[in-house]
């Protein structure tokens, strides 16, 4: 196809923390190296309908990376306004009852001080983007990056974004456009977890070579308005919790509950995704934590306002990637960055970036294109290295031996191997079973009944999917492709009951029936874009595809 082209010296994919952080640092080199002002041309490009619309996190914030990118941050109108002033983990026994941890028995990287905030990630993107506009980078929000471009030697040359305009079977519509190819001298990829591209790049440069699968969770998260009573003096409590309701599937995860300003709260439940019940309902199982005591008493009287969910990468140094490539790089939750001990992802993302930019400076300052950057040996020179080194084994500790032993053995590893002996441990601890291969046949598992939603602390899926403001073009090709139709009856209903049905948290996936007959039903328009059914459809027959541009939630505060 002949398409409109635009041409650039460095294209960023995605505008999140890792995106954004590496277009600015690029952007603010060169005016360094070049005060007659800007001579390399970059373009962020972004598939929500706005920065930020896409963008959801806890998210308990650590500045050690904007630090470094903008020191005045404070001074600059950044929304970081809520420090934490009061950190609890608490382990749920039951429905009913909790304990409290105290501190010298919590894993020390999930500690949190007041060098850490709690955050909107949405609009901490959105800042970023303004900062980024002001340096002279070009931002496209509301274009979806469909396909990549590579010259006669194999190396990335840049992206095509995805047309519009096309029907269900893919014929052009009377609003046709083409997508338009961005080229580059070197392209950014930072689409989040499980990027569609980045997928593509780990396969062809054989990027995981070496290296454990890659380990994933979901995250669900609401936001809740409550009255002033309830909160005017606790912005900045953060609770983190582990156990119930997940330990009764010998699931791994936690919830978590934050204090915003505002008289808003935070709350959420993270899922590991290589929990083995087919029967298990990530969406459902939070319903059920926010009737639990330790979290209802913060939101009796609350109001619901915001829904979300997004998938998680959180196999650490163990499952990170080669990053750079022939043309590029792959950086931030696209490779993997976040680091799971202290459940946070989005500095270590801006950090990534970061390094990327220097990266590639470097390349253009030599006059470089398409040639590979030496990523590698700034990453392995950094903090971001030494912190991703030093919990390589969080993650593996609580699959491989559940959240109590894992977690006692996190606590040694952190509170008591590295005060003794200032080091970090000379064992590393691998699991190399992918999510998607952990559920086991219904025949072995029971199943799991959840209660009917009350319409006060817990809810279904579709009232959640209209508080997330998803929205898609009916009329436009499924952007969930299954690679073969009949496994979902033929072989995923008779051994798990087809498990799309539970672990989509918007209700993309249903069996209904059609003569008689079982079918599996797509439900397209109310994908959040969480990637969930990419990564745990267990004969991996599900490809999430990015659809028209500018569909998908709107997060405003998320």
């Given amino acids: 196809m002949d398409r409109e082209y635009m041409a650039f010296d460095v294209v960023i994919v995605g505008a999140g923390p ?44 650590e500045t050690r990376a904007l630090d470094e990118l903008f020191p ?26 909790h304990l409290t941890v105290p501190h010298f028995l919590t894993p020390q990287p999930m500690l949190n001080t007041d060098k850490n905030h709690v955050i909107s990630l949405a609009n901490l ?21 469909a396909s990549i471009n590579y010259d006669a030697a194999g190396a990335v040359t840049g992206i095509n974004t995805s047309d519009m305009g096309r029907d269900k079977n893919g014929a052009p519509k009377v609003n046709f456009e083409a ?32 290296k454990q699968p890659q380990h994933y969770a979901l995250g669900l998260k609401e936001i809740w308005e ?80 915001s829904y979300g969910a997004r998938a998680i990468s959180k196999g650490g140094l163990s499952s990170l990637p080669k990053q750079q490539f022939p043309g590029g790089l792959l950086v931030g939750c696209d490779a993997g960055t976040l680091n799971v001990a202290k ?40 903090w971001l290295y030494q912190e991703l080194q030093e919990s390589r084994n969080f993650g593996a500790e609580l699959h491989k031996f559940g959240s109590l032993l894992g977690g006692v053995l996190a606590t040694f590893e952190h509170n008591v191997w590295a005060s003794i002996f200032e ?15 952990c559920l086991k046949d219904i025949a072995q598992c029971q199943p799991i009944s959840y209660p009917k939603p009350d319409g006060i602390l817990s809810f279904d899926k579709p009232s959640s999917v209209y508080l997330s403001g998803t929205q898609h073009e009916e009329n436009q090709p499924c952007h969930l ?43 397209a328009a109310n994908c959040v874009h969480c990637k969930t059914c990419d990564i745990k459809d267990p004969s991996q027959n599900i490809t999430w595809h990015p659809p028209e541009g500018g569909g998908g939630p709107n997060y405003q505060n998320m």
């Fill in 18 to 61: 890792a995106g954004l952080a590496a277009a600015c640092q690029l952007a603010q080199l060169n005016q360094k190296a070049n005060k007659k002002g800007q001579d390399i041309s970059i373009c962020v490009v972004e598939k929500g309908a706005e920065v930020g619309a896409h963008i959801i996190s806890g998210a308990l914030f």
């Fill in 72 to 97: 005045e941050w404070s001074t600059m109108g950044a929304p970081l306004t809520t420090p934490v002033t009061d950190d609890k983990f608490i382990y749920l026994t039951n429905q009913h009852n």
């Fill in 125 to 145: 993107c959105r800042w970023l983007a303004q900062q980024a506009e002001m340096l002279g980078v070009e931002i496209f929000p509301g274009f979806a990056a």
């Fill in 179 to 210: 997508g338009i190819e961005l080229k580059a001298k070197y392209t950014i990829f930072a689409e989040g977890s499980r990027g569609n591209l980045g997928k593509q790049l780990l396969d062809k440069y054989q990027l995981e070579a070496g």
């Fill in 226 to 305: 409550v009255p002033t009573d309830n909160t005017q003096s606790n912005a900045g409590n953060v609770i983190h919790a582990a156990g119930w309701p997940l330990n009764e599937s010998n699931t791994t995860g936690g919830g978590f509950l934050y204090h915003l300003d505002g008289n808003q709260i935070a709350v959420g439940l993270i899922v590991d995704l290589n929990y083995s019940n087919p029967y298990l309902s990530p969406f459902d199982e939070f319903q059920r934590l926010k009737k639990h005591p330790a979290f209802s008493k913060h939101l009796k009287s609350g109001l619901r306002i």
């Fill in 343 to 382: 459940i946070k992802g989005s500095h270590t993302a801006m950090k990534s970036g970061m390094l990327a930019a220097d990266a590639i400076f470097e390349q253009l300052r030599c006059g470089n294109a398409q040639t590979e950057p030496d990523y590698d040996l700034l990453f392995q020179a950094s």
């Fill in 423 to 437: 080091r970090k441990t000379p064992w590393t601890i691998i699991d190399q079973q992918a999510d998607h291969e």
């Fill in 481 to 523: 492709v299954l690679t073969d139709n009949n496994i979902p009856i033929h072989t995923h209903l008779p051994r798990y009951d087809e498990p799309s049905q539970r672990y989509c948290p918007a209700g993309v996936y249903e069996i209904i029936t059609v003569d008689d007959k079982p079918k599996l039903h797509i439900n």
